[in-house]
């Protein structure tokens, strides 16, 4: 018995067949799970170069070593393949119920490799793999579409789809199971260039710990803790939404596509006011906190929309970045995009991108399709959403991201583009909190908040250190640090936010009972484990031609100082190069940031890397 299924499911689209694998004892110790298993077989599978929309592309579905089991807050899934946004590593995280379907089904993860010579879903059971034909979901959006496959197949069939993002290439289409996405890096992209509209599951095979009383105890132990715990209790009454007083206070609400770090009119977004629309609460499987907040418009325009959400990025994008303080008209965009299966940090940004490209007249309102693209134009926004998800106009320009799209606009337009390596920068100013601009600058996958949270500069932890989120330097070990410590927390998909308090004990106890490997006890393993993986992230990347040059920020934030952001304000990014320097020397990278020898050699990376070229 163990929490581990020990295979995984390779699925061939261009052959139709699949077969089961059998994953090797030394895999699960040195990678334990999730993103670990991810670019532990991505690196290995993937040549370099290739299309990330071309049949050489691989798309994996990832669980943790605890999903499926009675764990709280541990049956989330990771997505994984070649970003089509970046032409980086892409990973993306989802919630909901169908990381737990994976391991019912008997599986780790699956891989999904070739294309379908016409558009496919897959049915997963006891017996096997079906290659359906889904003619008649394309086009779907993504709740029409789970709702024709549960009529098929049964209420109980839990689906991972896209929409009409995924099938038309858009650059940042997610991958929708429920009303919850794994966003980011395009996935849902590779997806759709795969035609693969939909994978569903059905199964019920059980997860069974390897020492079921240990276990046990171990989770009455986390259930005891969460029932109490403030930021629990914080959590499942608002979710998310508190983030906004906190980046308000912090003068890191990015503005008008990162202009200011504040939002005139603020006060109609604070938690109590989505608090008097919410209807319910949403949580995934076999988790108590429940964060997920239940929408529903009551009066106004927008009355009678509603939403599974929206989240803090969420309300930001359709809020600070584009001018907006209308509550329901945030409600509205994030409806919108759940359906259309896009990423509504990307889209947000890449309308508040065009929205400062029309102010600074770079743009004008015959290029955006009539559109008047003022600040806050609320039928403006909701228009280019849709023009966007349906590759439709001025859409189709905007559905390849704002790098691309600065790129082909051309006339200075790229100064306005808010990203890293590609991704579109989230809610975070990085000129209020600098660790996170080193963060977003770094990250494996581009600008992402959740690649490394430095919660150190955004609620005064003290571990290991205070530090000055103002200050220029002395904070490149710290992003270190948060970094390997996100890594190994997506090794078990723990999420953030039910993750309350979940000391490094407990979550020892957690790991060694369920799987049976006594190393998952000590966190110092668990770190050296996501060390391991950002590091062979890294190589991916300068395997595709990536090294310090691409370890960067929009120049905006070298060059403008930061407006109305209370103590923020005024502030740039001053000493990049030394934040780097000491990024680079916490982890043993060279001053190309490039991984030494010696570290590759520390971390058992060297039989992965023997045509290590530097």
């Not at 110790?29 to 071309?54: A, H, M, N, S, T």
């Not at 032409?87 to 994976?102: D, E, L, M, P, T």
């Not at 099938?167 to 996405?181: D, M, P």
Request: hydrophobic share 35%; with cysteine; aromatic share 8%.
């Amino acid at each position: 018995m163990s929490s581990y299924k020990g295979k995984f499911l390779r699925i061939d689209l261009s052959k139709k067949t699949y077969q089961v694998e059998k994953i090797p004892d030394e895999v699960k110790r040195d990678w334990i799970g999730g993103r670990g298993f991810g670019i532990r077989y991505l690196y290995e599978e993937l040549r370099p170069k290739i299309d990330p929309l071309g049949p050489e592309n691989k798309l994996f579905f990832l669980t943790g070593v605890l999903g499926g089991t009675t764990a709280q807050g541990f049956s989330r899934y990771i997505v994984m393949g070649k970003s089509p946004s970046t032409g980086c590593v892409g990973r993306s995280v989802g919630g909901g119920n169908f990381g737990a379907q994976i391991k019912f089904a008997g599986y780790d993860f699956l891989i999904i490799e070739g294309i379908s010579d016409h558009p496919t879903y897959l049915y997963i059971d006891q017996d096997g793999v079906k290659f359906l034909d889904a003619s008649t979901l394309w086009g779907l959006d993504t709740q029409e579409t789970q709702e024709r496959i549960k009529k098929i197949h049964g209420e109980e069939t839990q689906c991972a789809c896209i929409g009409p993002a995924g099938e038309k290439l858009v650059r940042f289409a997610t991958i929708t199971h429920g009303r919850r996405t794994a966003s980011r890096c395009g996935m849902g992209t590779v997806m759709g260039s795969k035609r693969l509209k939909a994978i569903a599951i059905q199964a019920k095979e059980k997860v069974i710990p390897e020492n079921p009383e240990a276990f046990k105890e171990a989770v009455e132990k986390q259930i005891s803790i969460l029932k109490t715990h403030p930021r629990r209790v914080r959590m499942t009454g608002y979710g998310t939404t508190t983030l906004v007083e906190v980046a308000d206070r912090l003068g890191c609400f990015p503005t008008r596509n990162f202009q200011a770090g504040r939002m005139e009119g603020i006060e109609k977004l604070i938690p109590e006011e989505f608090a008097k629309i919410k209807l319910k609460n949403f949580g995934c499987f076999s988790c108590m906190t429940r964060c997920g907040q239940v929408h529903e418009v009551k009066e106004g325009s927008f009355k009678g929309v509603y939403s599974e959400g929206p989240e803090y990025e969420t309300i930001w994008a359709f809020s600070g970045q584009v001018g907006n303080n209308d509550l329901g008209a945030i409600v509205a965009a994030d409806s919108l995009c759940d359906h259309l299966g896009i990423d509504t940090i990307s889209t947000g940004n890449v309308i508040g991108f065009v929205m400062e490209l029309f102010e600074k007249r770079i743009i004008t309102q015959k290029e955006a399709d009539g559109l008047d693209l003022r600040w806050g134009n609320i039928q403006s926004i909701l228009s280019l959403v849709e023009k966007i998800g349906k590759r439709e106009g001025f859409g189709r320009l905007l559905g390849e991201g704002v790098k691309r799209a600065s790129e082909e606009i051309g006339r200075g337009a790229q100064n306005y583009a808010m990203h890293a390596k590609g991704l579109e920068l989230p809610a975070y100013e990085p000129r209020s909190i600098k660790g996170y601009g080193l963060s977003y600058a770094t990250s494996n996958i581009g600008g992402s908040h959740m690649y490394g949270r430095p919660r150190q500069e955004l609620y005064g932890t003290a571990e290991p250190r205070m530090v000055d989120r103002l200050a220029d330097e002395g904070k490149g070990d710290i992003i270190a640090l948060v970094q390997k410590q996100q890594a190994g927390e997506e090794v078990v998909i723990i999420c953030t936010f039910g993750n309350s308090g979940l000391t490094p004990s407990l979550l020892g106890d957690l790991l060694a009972s369920a799987s049976g490997y006594e190393e998952f006890r000590d966190p110092a393993y668990i770190e050296k484990v996501g060390e391991r993986i950002v590091c062979l992230e890294r190589c991916f990347n300068v395997r595709e031609g990536f090294d310090r040059k691409e370890d960067t920020l929009p120049g905006r934030m070298f060059t403008e100082p930061l407006l109305n952001a209370g103590e923020a304000t005024g502030q740039m990014i001053r000493k990049m190069d030394t934040l780097l320097d000491e990024y680079y020397e916490a982890f043993g990278y060279n001053k190309e940031g490039i991984p030494t020898s010696p570290r590759i050699t520390d971390l058992g990376l060297k039989k992965f890397l023997e045509d290590h070229p530097f």
